[in-house]
């Protein structure tokens, strides 16, 4: 049997310009750079990961770059807004009036469910918000000390997960019947149309472990680009609970990938009916099996089916920043 999952692992999200992306999640946000690689199934693309001090999972919010990627068409089938998570909301006047400084479009603070949360969009209009989680549930990372965001205002981790779709019970159906998430309450919100925002929580529940989903049925389907997100990823804690969980999707005539080896987890791939794209990664190995934890994230970092083509691939990216 299938062991229950731990909550959010990471979010991938696309951007189309490396030079002003790695700045702003590590200099602006202050999330620490803890692996740069390539998209192993594109290595001509850059996949970078921005996390806490560690590494840790449900940490992680990764991007590929893909230049001259087209932007974002917001709508249905999508993951529509990732939570990142802070100490608490004392720390809302710091984080407003920082990202109003460096021109970042940001809300007001506002109530979604159990969370308080400031809404705001990076430079390609990804959707993100800052929860004020207060510690509940699932632990969070180790924050980053470096930098000039100060310890008591850094994000600690991914918060609440927010998906947008056409059809609320396909979505509700695999992540109470399939995934083990259970009805964790709903909300009204402004930001859908005064529709109810369904709540779906795992493991010890709290911020790292929650996913929102609202429906909505006036909307057209999403064409994913620039300041969009490719995929969720979920916490499974070891390889052999990962193939427990294949064979649960499998029972469940769920058309998955099987298991690849990202040398840094094992992942399963699947889609639901609603269109989101589902990862089921493992929270080991980590990013240290090939680089000192002190020492992340400074190299170019390939899998090792990728070194034999270091040259080659090296060679089709484009420039490091300085």
């Not at 809300?107 to 004020?132: I, K, N, T, Y």
């Not at 995929?231 to 193939?243: F, K």
């Not at 294949?246 to 099987?258: Q, V």
């Not at 699947?270 to 000192?292: H, Y």
């Amino acid at each position: 049997m299938a062991s229950e999952l731990r909550g959010i692992h990471h979010v991938s999200a696309l951007t189309a310009d490396l030079n002003r992306n790695l700045p702003f999640y590590t200099r602006d946000l202050g999330m620490r750079l803890v692996k740069r690689s390539v998209n192993q199934d594109d290595p001509s693309c850059y996949h970078l990961f921005y996390a806490d001090a560690q590494g840790s999972p449900g940490t992680d919010l990764t991007f590929f770059e893909v230049p001259r990627l087209a932007r974002l068409e917001p709508g249905t089938g999508s993951i529509s807004g990732v939570g990142l998570r802070i100490a608490d909301e004392t720390s809302f006047p710091f984080w407003r009036e920082r990202l109003k400084n460096i021109g970042v479009a940001v809300g007001e603070a506002v109530r979604m469910g159990s969370w308080r949360v400031l809404p705001f969009r990076d430079f390609e209009g990804q959707r993100l918000m800052l929860v004020a989680d207060l510690g509940a549930g699932v632990r969070g990372g180790v924050p980053r000390t470096a930098g000039d965001v100060p310890l008591r205002h850094a994000i600690r981790g991914l918060g609440p997960i927010f998906l947008t779709v056409a059809r609320l019970e396909h979505t509700a159906h695999v992540l109470t019947e399939v995934l083990g998430f259970h009805p964790a309450g709903s909300y009204p919100s402004e930001a859908v149309g005064q529709r109810d925002v369904e709540v779906f929580a795992t493991g010890e529940g709290g911020a790292g472990a929650e996913i929102h989903v609202a429906e909505r049925t006036d909307l057209p389907r999403e064409r994913l680009g620039r300041g969009g997100v490719h995929h969720l990823a979920l916490r499974v804690v070891d390889d052999e609970a990962e193939r427990a969980w294949l064979a649960r999707l499998e029972a469940a005539h769920i058309r998955t990938s099987g298991i690849i080896d990202r040398h840094y987890f094992r992942s399963i791939y699947f889609r639901d009916r609603g269109g989101i794209l589902f990862e089921l990664a493992t929270d080991g190995p980590g990013f240290a099996i090939d680089e000192a934890e002190d020492h992340l994230g400074e190299k170019l970092a390939l899998p090792p089916f990728l070194e034999p083509r270091r040259r080659e691939i090296e060679a089709q990216l484009r420039p490091w920043p300085d």
